[in-house]
């Protein structure tokens, strides 16, 4: 949660860094503030709301114009969204501004510490502990640089903190722990930010810091030390994407422009996969094949919508591999006392990388001598970092809070590691896996054509408006489908919905079903048709008791229409590979209701895109 910048250079450092900010604006939004440095003196904007808020106050009192300055975008977590509590604090003997994102558990102490020396608080965060400990260190005449370190020695819990002092207006300091932050490097001018899409305007090399890793930067270049000062090794990289990847194009929203991005997502992520003769060619998996045909059980560890991509995989890599797979909620992985040992795979699915519960699972899980294998979408982030191997998804930035193209992509980097292991253990041929390969190919297109035909999804979303509660019904890979259609309205629509397996209709959910409620079905293509029977029968038991049934089924299959009062098609696919069609039109039918509700669908409320807190 929370975004971070930092810039020293040649340009106006106020215009690039409210435009960083505004481009992660959707790491948090309950505030926004900026801090420059202008001839030995600190000047501090801040305000709560979103950053038009902001851009009113610089409006009103404008900031001189320098070359150095620092900003925070807002998720509260100590405190409630405030102009006093809003980022950046600076030491009450202002020598010092300073941004932070993460918890710092044992801030009550090191608060009273403070006080004791004087300091004067003037917010209810945790973070104003941080920086009024870096400003009575610089009061004793020690550099921002080693402050920083000393500071976060003394830290626990999850921290990136970004700080400027009024007496050196030549560099900016951060030190992260468990909590994203890059270095861009351009030509004569530095950045720091929580994510790249801070700077991609003004460079495409970049550099991820390790854990307990310090950076000082100057227009010069930087420097990376680990928190005792010693120097520390960093890997650059390159940013594969550019600005207008972070733009809208001509959508009103970025959700709405990721969802339209789908079909191409899903294509660079099964781009360079396998070769002619239906080989796959993981080459991010970096686990020999010796150890994968030992493994005996796989578990499957994400929050969320990756939570629901998890189980889709459960079904597909055991169908393909035969080995038992798991599908756990990080938050709740380690405290359960799991079974891991050696012969144990853990997959963790994040799209940030930098998940806190998530993190917080792979370590467990290492501590027991299992393997870990990452999916995400972010080159260097601390997850596929800390695991053994990694398998990105290629899915570009994704703005929007609510998780689309992620979804999708995590379920395509899922079903290629589960032919992957198949392949490995023996348990398919090449002629199969380049069958399935063939398959998942052919996603995208038919992905499109859900896209090019979506009114009649926009048109039940008008319809449905005044709708005060909404199921989702689904068995076998559907029941995912359906659970991420519900929490699709939720996060955005801030509609009551809830998905169920549509077996345990008769076990409790169909007593929520009263006359005019809607349903939505997703009823398995017919390659199954014991399966394809039984939601059948599920259908009708709901609309005999007055449901409104949206009835999605693949093209052809008309067995539904007695019972469907809405149906929306899909073209054919096999089963295992339905979700990545289902779920497009829940995306759709969420992010018109909440377009029709007059809400902000990038930035619904109380939500941000990363977790970076337990």
């Known amino acids: ?363 467990h899980a290492r501590e027991q001598g299992a393997k870990i294998i990452a999916i995400c979408n972010t080159n260097g982030a601390t997850i596929p970092r800390e695991s053994d191997a990694v398998i990105y998804t290629h899915a570009g930035p994704e703005i929007g809070v609510a998780s689309t193209k992620g979804y999708t992509t995590q379920i395509v980097a899922c079903y290629l590691l589960g032919l992957y292991l198949a392949q490995v253990r023996g348990m398919k041929f090449g002629d199969e896996i380049a069958e399935v390969m063939e398959e998942l190919a052919s996603m995208p297109a038919k992905m499109q054509t859900m896209l090019d035909n979506q009114q009649q999804v926009k048109d039940l979303a008008r319809d449905l408006i005044d709708a005060q509660s909404v199921l989702f019904l689904g068995r076998h890979v559907g029941y995912p489908v359906a659970l991420e259609g519900a929490l699709k309205l939720k996060e955005i629509a801030y509609l009551h919905a809830e998905g169920f397996a549509a077996g345990e209709l008769k076990h409790g959910p169909i007593a929520l079903v009263e006359e005019g409620v809607p349903v939505f079905v997703v009823v398995p293509p017919r390659g199954r048709d014991q399966l394809h029977d039984k939601v059948i029968s599920n259908i009708q038991e709901v609309r005999a008791r007055g449901a409104r049934t949206i009835v999605l089924v693949e093209e052809g299959d008309d067995e539904v229409l007695p019972y469907s009062d809405v149906t929306i098609r899909h073209p054919k696919c096999s089963t295992l590979l339905q979700p990545l069609l289902a779920v497009v039109p829940l995306q759709i039918f969420a992010a018109e209701v909440a377009t029709l509700k007059g809400y902000d669908v990038d930035q619904p409320r109380n939500l941000a895109k990363s977790v970076t807190v337990e």
């Open 1 to 363: 949660m929370c975004g971070i910048i930092g810039y020293v250079g040649p340009r106006a450092a106020k215009d690039v860094v409210v435009e960083g900010l505004r481009r992660m604006e959707y790491r948090g939004y309950d505030s926004s503030g900026i801090a420059v440095v202008d001839e030995g003196s600190l000047h501090v904007r801040k305000k709560a709301g979103k950053i038009s808020n902001l851009d009113a106050e610089l409006a009103l009192a404008p900031l001189p114009t320098t070359h150095i300055g620092i900003g925070h975008t807002r998720w509260a977590t100590h405190g409630g969204p405030t102009d006093s509590n809003a980022h950046p604090h600076v030491s009450s003997n202002g020598r010092v501004a300073l941004v932070h994102n993460g918890i710092i558990e044992n801030f009550a102490s090191l608060r009273a510490e403070a006080e004791a020396q004087g300091a004067v608080f003037a917010s209810e965060t945790d973070t104003e502990s941080a920086a009024q400990l870096l400003g009575l260190e610089l009061a004793n005449g020690v550099d921002l640089f080693d402050a920083i370190r000393s500071v976060a020695r003394r830290l626990e819990g999850a921290f990136t903190l970004v700080a400027i002092a009024a007496d050196q207006p030549d560099r900016v300091v951060a030190a992260r722990r468990n909590s994203p932050l890059v270095v861009g490097v351009g030509d004569g001018e530095m950045f720091l930010a929580s994510d790249v899409a801070a700077f991609i305007e003004f460079t495409s090399s970049a550099v991820e810091l390790g854990q307990d890793q310090a950076v000082e930067i100057t227009r010069d270049g930087y420097r990376v030390t680990d928190f005792d000062g010693l120097p520390a090794e960093v890997k650059p990289y390159e940013v594969t994407w550019d600005l207008s990847a972070a733009e809208k194009q001509g959508y009103d929203w970025f959700m709405v422009k990721e969802i339209h991005e789908q079909p191409q997502a899903v294509a660079d992520t099964l781009l360079g996969r396998h070769t002619v003769d239906g080989q796959l060619t993981l080459d991010e998996v970096r686990i020999s094949p010796e150890t994968l045909r030992r493994i005996d059980k796989i578990i499957i560890v994400a929050c969320g919508t990756a939570f629901y991509s998890g189980l889709v995989a459960k079904y597909a890599i055991e169908h393909w591999t035969r080995i038992p797979c798991e599908v756990e909620i990080a938050s709740e992985f380690r405290y359960r006392d799991p079974i891991i040992d050696p012969m144990t795979l853990v997959v963790t699915i994040s799209q940030s990388g930098e998940t806190a519960d998530t993190l917080m699972a792979i370590r």
